[in-house]
């Protein structure tokens, strides 16, 4: 059979592919065959938003053109005949006029990096094209799929927001009855006068939008017909009628039919499964059908679950409220549904089908008995879905040759009841539990007629707890029924402590807590329905436990000090320039690594790596690869020409070869002509192993003592005497899980091999370039001189490319080398998070001597942190740890050790804070226990113990122009901590099941490498006859804005306007043996070396400066050029005696040191774990600082970054060091809802830092451990309820080990139901996830 042309459009032109293979997606084919590389690859599976785009088309049912946002990763391109796809490209440009959109972005600074920018536009824009004037509800619901590691989001939402009809800013205008500047104060946004101004602001006009294409439109009344496309290894078949698809069914029982590649996608991405034929039913009426019937509304089973949602909104609105619970129960699995690009496109059908055990929907359609019509050529059936439906894991009982046609959702009946709870780690995630819970009544009782109770969860399957519910049947809806039930499913749905998924206690916990919330929903429903009180009222205390947590729009408010208006207008140092990339970033031009246009001989790298933590290699068998299509090499250590040898304290290898010491270590490459072939081949290579014991958890190295190196210690005055004096002596222990970096762009490099003298030219994604040129050197063999590493710009790096980006380009630079052609490797999300480390996980033992009044007195705390399979930078980050261990206090007597456990997992590395955070975490730890033992309050306790000006640090440095205590006033006071600390005890007292947590916390953070020669730094500046400088120094851009405040550093120093300056890129050939970007002192060291480099600039054009004083730049510029004079020159800077030995505990550490606190509110809920993020307020000392609003996006990205790490980012690894969380369906970094509803920033007015450049202070990595406070307002929420559902006073100690995510939340609210869940593990039980 002849393959069709497959007929689309992409912003306006047509595009016609006669081999279109059903396996590419629209991604791949934007990005590589139309060279539209705005749409960036974030995670491949649908979870991040990056490669958001729109797509257009006429749609039969509604007659009319509708526009959708999708994720083009999951989309084939097979399903876009006559459809048109809008990308960032197509909706505006900086080379002829930005979008609104784009311009509000860039302009609001909700751009750092820029890697998620593109994807965030095209959402807002989606949403503006289907209502031009959204609520702020819309726009947060528009944005919800969208994942940004960098701004914090505030300032997205902040620009998005001047879209919206109900909190658009309008710039202050006093006509406008909307003005943000009148509306009640929860809802108030502030604006620092210049952070932004919104009369900037290019006005959205709708009538601009491009049209869509004419020739589509004409093409809508043309007849459909099937189509084929014919793919390497898949054919997909477009069918066009029921009937066309009953026979193709017929024909090929085994094909799958694809609606919206939500689940096929991901399991022919991740899970390498072929589906040979794929049927795509997307244009068949009746599966797209919404019919109002007499018992229920049915959707046809391609029904989108967008339209789903809308069409139930609708019937909620119209119908009385008795017949729409089940409606709402949908609805609000849908609210924690994945995001709007998710929806758009993933099909009812598909859910149900796919039988997922923890799908949203299936526990609702099976608690209200959803009725299912389910057909096949010559047959239809129409079944009630029960607890027969899925005989198996992921098995239905629709046969091979029957699909389903349509479901028929019931509506609910007077006396009957219904609900739907889910519980994820993030309200959009996958659930742990999801739950549909119905009751019916007998008429005007509370008598059970009818009780279903389904789980999703809880099995291989979702499951009825039919044992249970059936004992209940002509039972009253009281105390006894919700004992016996509680009692009845402990037992039912008891898991074995192996369970796959794990959690076991949690999930047992929640199947009771979702139970009793939909009793006390019931009884508050009935008491309302109840005009003569015969059911009772609910009791107040209790209601609160049957609220949901609501996403309220967030306020938010910035406060930092404008510079003097004397300043003059070219001073830009100290004014809020947006990023000087951002708009470029914004319209999809700016250009990272992977984006840079293909060479024609170029190919493609996948990297092979080990499945095992510890084995001798046997065997490797390239024969499956080398039959996959364009197959060119497979690389491995023998192809090495240099040294095999690599790494910080060269203990890596380049790749492994006779030994694997982790699951992820590399042991080769397979190289190929595409990204695709590249992943076929790879899987094809099969390993042998001989497996070795393994340690993977701190525990296993303590017990075999395997560490790297001796000791680290600090020890300062007399712990014996300390102990001795000490009113009370509390010791204990704190486990700090790790965190992935999460960087929006994975690691990718280039490498070009230049064909004489060894020369090679790398484009790398890395924040050292330094280490990149000189480790693929030395595995080359040749010198340094011959490698040149360029970095134009990362979509961020956290630390995370400090280090490990170099296993990826040394492995790409020695492909280069072996088969002389360009090679490029980016890798996938799910291999980056497994490949190359994160923040170390921290076991800390601690015991702390203090006085009655809260005085410390003696501290000892032995640090152990799990370093990985090679050293890497841990020795550095245990001994930042160790240097904040103090955090901000006093602590005569102290001794802090730590040690660095050898294990086999991928080696850990750099990561914001480095240690820092958990360093004081564990202070401040001790820290609020100190506090509930002598029973005083916390922020008392923390006061009466902070550092004064001039005090010792306990590594013996003196504390100069020591802002902290100004910073903790001013928190404490605008905060209005105690005003608030009386509120928060009075909602706990009046609530039962919320309960509500307050906590101040202060961070002090060390300026500068602990490594002096680290701080060093070069800059390079040529001036050109035009009078435009080309400025260079050793820092990279990650989307910290360095790059401009190095010009704005330029611009002031040379007293030329910022737009005479330009930054390309950073190279080796331009700044040679550059520190890398990291340790937050790149402003400070780089800005001192580009100063310099300003000053001889500045001094050779003296001369004819004084020659001709009313002469302009250019004119001085030009006059030093026909002089022959150099406007070429470097600035070199090196940090001042920086030489703190931990041997002696002497010397000086840190330059200086950063300041700030935080006051956080939270509230949580004590029956699932969840938690809410009421208010934060942050005053930071950044000094001066020379750009606030990047210095204030630093402070928000910083802290939602620590709120991940404290709150919500659990790496799980399996007992074999398999690490289990690979993406963002697993793994859950913060997005857009879990910010606080309240956040107030302040920088610190008037605290110039007479030690960095221009007064500044150092911004990237001191915030983020502010979110400690979160931390600790959840333990002051946890604390309320343990003293109110136990006997526990408020005294009791008890653990929360970090992040605390909702199963540690609710498995320390003890109550009744955890009591019932209570598992006894047995000694030899293998647990589903370990602690590493
Ligand atoms: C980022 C992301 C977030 C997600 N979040 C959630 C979530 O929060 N909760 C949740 O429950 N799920 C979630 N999912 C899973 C997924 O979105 C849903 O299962 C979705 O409804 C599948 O629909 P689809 O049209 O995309 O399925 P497809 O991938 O197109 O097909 C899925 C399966 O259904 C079969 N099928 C489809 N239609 C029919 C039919 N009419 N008759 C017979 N078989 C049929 C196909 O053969 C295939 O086996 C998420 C997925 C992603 C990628
Ligand atoms: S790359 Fe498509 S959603 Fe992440
Ligand atoms: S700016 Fe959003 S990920 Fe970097």
């Known amino acids: 059979m002849t393959a069709d042309e497959l007929v689309f459009f992409v912003n306006g032109r047509k595009v016609v592919e006669k081999n279109a293979d059903p396996e590419t997606t629209l991604l791949a084919y934007l990005r590589r065959k139309l060279g539209l590389s705005g749409t960036k690859l974030g995670c491949g599976e649908g979870g991040c938003g990056a490669c958001t785009v729109m797509l257009s088309k006429y749609d039969h049912l509604q007659n009319k053109i509708v526009h959708f946002s999708v994720t083009a990763c999951l989309v084939p391109i097979c399903s876009l005949h006559h459809v048109a796809v809008t990308t960032v490209e197509g909706i505006g440009s900086t080379k002829w006029r930005l979008h609104p959109v784009q311009e509000r972005i860039a302009k609001c600074h909700g751009s750092q990096c820029g890697f998620c920018t593109p994807g965030m ?231 149900i089908i796919t039988a997922s055990p923890i799908s949203d929907l299936n526990p609702v359609f099976m608690a209200c008995g959803a009725k299912l019509t389910i057909i096949s050529r010559g047959t239809s059936r129409t079944i009630q879905m029960d607890h027969t439906f899925f005989p198996g894991y992921r098995k239905t009982l629709v046969g091979p040759e029957e699909i389903l046609l349509s479901i028929e959702i019931p509506y609910s009946r007077e006396g009957e009841f219904f609900s739907a709870f889910k519980q994820a780690f993030r309200r959009d995630d996958i659930a742990k539990v999801t739950c549909g819970m119905r009751v019916l009544f007998e008429p005007g009782t509370t008598h059970v007629k009818e009780l279903a109770l389904c789980y999703g969860g809880m099995a291989d399957r979702t499951i009825s707890a039919l044992k249970t519910t059936r004992k209940q049947l002509s039972h009253f809806w009281n105390e006894k029924l919700l004992q016996e039930v509680s009692a009845g499913l402990a037992e039912e749905l008891k898991l074995s402590p192996d369970a796959p998924g794990g959690m076991v206690e949690f999930r047992c916990t929640l199947t009771l807590s979702f139970f009793f919330k939909f009793y006390l929903t019931v009884l508050q429903k009935l008491g309302q329905q109840d005009a003569e009180d015969k059911f009772g009222r609910l009791d107040p205390t209790l209601a609160s436990a049957t609220l949901v947590f609501q996403e309220d729009p967030p306020a938010n408010v910035q406060f930092y000090q404008e510079v003097p208006k004397c300043h003059s207008e070219e001073d830009v140092v100290g004014r809020p320039l947006p990023h000087l990339a951002a708009a470029m970033q914004a319209s999809g031009e700016a250009v990272y690594c992977d984006d840079m246009p293909r060479y024609d001989n170029e190919l493609s790298l996948r990297l092979v790596t080990s499945t095992r933590a510890h084995a001798k290699i046997k065997s490797i068998d390239i024969s499956e690869a080398q039959k996959v299509p364009g197959f060119v090499s497979f690389i491995s250590a023998d192809d090495v020409p240099g040294s095999k040898e690599t790494g910080l304290a060269n203990d890596e290898t380049v790749f492994a070869k006779d030994k694997v010491t982790c699951v992820g270590h590399i042991i080769g490459a397979v190289v190929t002509d595409t990204p695709e072939h590249t992943q076929r081949a790879a899987q094809g290579v099969k390993i042998t192993y001989e497996d070795l014991p393994a340690i993977i958890t701190i525990e296993d190295a303590i017990k075999n003592n395997s560490f790297y190196g001796r000791e680290v210690k600090i020890e300062k005055g007399d712990l014996k005497k300390g102990f001795s004096e000490a009113d009370y002596v509390v010791s204990g222990e704190l486990y700090i899980g790790g965190q992935e970096h999460f960087y929006l762009e994975t690691h990718c490099t280039i490498a070009v091999p230049k064909g004489e003298a060894g020369e090679m030219e790398l484009f790398v994604s890395t924040q050292n370039t330094m280490k990149t040129q000189s480790f693929v050197a030395n595995m080359l063999g040749v010198p340094a001189n011959r490698i040149v590493v360029r970095v134009k710009r990362m979509g961020g790096g956290f630390g995370g490319k400090e280090t490990r980006s170099t296993v990826v380009s040394t492995a790409v630079a020695l492909a280069a080398y072996k088969t002389g052609c360009p090679v490029r490797c980016m890798l996938d999300r799910d291999e980056d998070m497994l490949i190359t480390g994160g923040r170390h996980p921290f076991l800390a033992r601690y015991k702390v001597g203090f006085m009655k009044t809260g005085i410390i007195v003696a501290l000892e705390v032995n640090h152990y942190s799990n370093a990985g399979n090679t050293v890497d930078l841990s020795e550095r980050v245990t001994k930042k740890a160790l240097l904040h261990m103090d955090n901000c206090y006093k602590i005569p007597n102290i001794r802090g050790t730590g040690r660095l456990c050898k294990t086999n997992l991928p080696s850990n590395t750099a990561f914001r804070g480095f240690g820092g955070p958990q360093g004081m975490l564990i202070a401040e730890y001790w820290m609020s226990e100190v506090a509930v033992t002598c029973g005083l309050p916390a922020e008392e306790v923390r006061r009466k113990n902070l550092y004064k000006e001039g005090d010792l640090t306990h590594y013996n440095q003196k504390l100069e122009e020591f802002t902290l205590s100004r910073c903790w006033d001013e928190c404490l006071a605008s905060s209005q901590y105690h005003a608030r600390r009386s509120e928060v005890d009075k909602f706990n007292r009046e609530n039962y099941w919320k309960k509500r947590g307050l906590c101040i916390i202060p961070t002090k953070f060390g300026i500068g490498y602990i490594s002096h ?49 330009y930054i390309s890129e950073t190279s080796t050939n331009t700044v040679p043996n550059a520190t890398p970007t990291a340790a937050s002192v790149s402003s400070d060291i780089n800005g001192q070396a580009v100063y310099k480099a300003c000053q001889t600039i500045l001094k050779r054009l003296e001369p004819f400066k004084k020659k001709n004083p009313s002469g302009s730049w250019e004119d001085w510029v030009i006059a030093a050029y026909e002089d022959a004079v150099s406007l070429s020159t470097t600035g070199f800077y090196n940090a001042p005696s920086l030489d703190y030995s931990f041997e002696t505990n002497s010397g000086r550490a840190y330059n200086y040191l950063s300041y700030g606190v935080a006051c956080s509110e939270v509230e949580i809920d004590c029956l699932t774990g969840d938690h809410k993020n009421i208010r934060t307020d942050i005053v930071m000392d950044v000094g001066c600082s020379l750009n606030p609003a990047i210095d204030i996006g630093q402070v928000e990205g910083a802290f939602v970054q620590g709120m991940g790490l404290f709150t919500m980012e659990e790496l799980l690894y399996s007992p074999e060091g398999s690490l289990l969380t690979r993406g963002p369906s697993t793994y859950k970094i913060p997005r857009f809802g879990n910010i606080p509803n309240e956040f107030r920033v302040s920088l610190l007015r008037d605290s110039p830092n007479k030690k960095a450049i221009y007064a500044s202070k150092a911004v990237g990595e001191p915030p983020l451990f502010l979110t400690a406070s979160i931390f600790f307002a959840i333990k002051d929420a946890i604390r309320a309820a343990r003293a109110q559902h136990t006997d526990h006073g408020t005294k009791e100690l008890f653990r929360l080990d970090s992040p605390a995510t909702p199963e540690k939340i609710r498995n320390a609210c003890v109550d009744k139901f955890t009591t019932l869940c209570a598992t006894d593990v047995p000694e030899n039980c293998k647990p589903w996830s370990v602690r590493v």
């Open 1013 to 1061: 020669f680290l701080n060093q730094a070069g800059a390079l500046i040529h001036v050109y006859t035009d009078g435009s400088v080309l400025l260079t120094h050793g820092g990279t851009e990650m989307g910290q804005g360095l790059h401009t405040k190095m010009v704005q550093v330029a611009s002031t120093a040379l007293k030329i306007p910022v737009s005479k300056i």
């Open 121 to 351: 536009v095209m959402s807002m824009y989606t949403l503006l094209r289907n209502q031009p004037k959204p609520t702020m509800e819309e726009i947060e619901d528009a944005v919800e799929g969208n994942l940004c590691r960098c701004t914090g989001y505030r300032p997205i939402l902040q620009g998005f927001r001047t879209f919206a009809r109900d909190g658009g800013c309008c710039g202050g205008n006093k006509d406008n009855p909307n003005c943000c500047m009148n509306q009640k104060k929860d809802h108030m946004v502030i604006l620092s006068p210049s952070l932004f101004n919104p009369e900037d602001f290019m006005p959205l006009d709708p009538t601009q939008e491009p049209i869509f294409p004419p020739e589509l439109l004409r093409l809508k009344e043309a007849p459909q017909k099937q189509l084929h496309f014919e793919g390497e290894r898949v054919t997909w078949i477009q069918a066009t009628t029921l009937k066309e698809l009953l026979d193709l069914k017929a024909q090929h029982p085994e094909a799958k039919l694809v609606v919206g590649n939500t689940e096929i996608g991901i399991e022919m991405k991740f899970k390498n499964k072929l589906f040979p034929v794929i049927v795509c039913p997307a244009w068949i009426p009746e599966l797209n059908s919404v019919e109002h019937g007499p018992e229920g509304i049915t959707f046809g089973a391609a029904c989108t679950l967008s339209s789903v949602e809308k069409t139930l909104q609708e019937a909620i609105a119209k119908l009385p409220a008795y017949k729409t619970e089940v409606f709402k129960g949908v609805l609000e699995q849908l609210r924690c549904f994945g995001g709007k690009q998710v929806k758009s496109v993933a099909s009812i059908g598909g859910n």
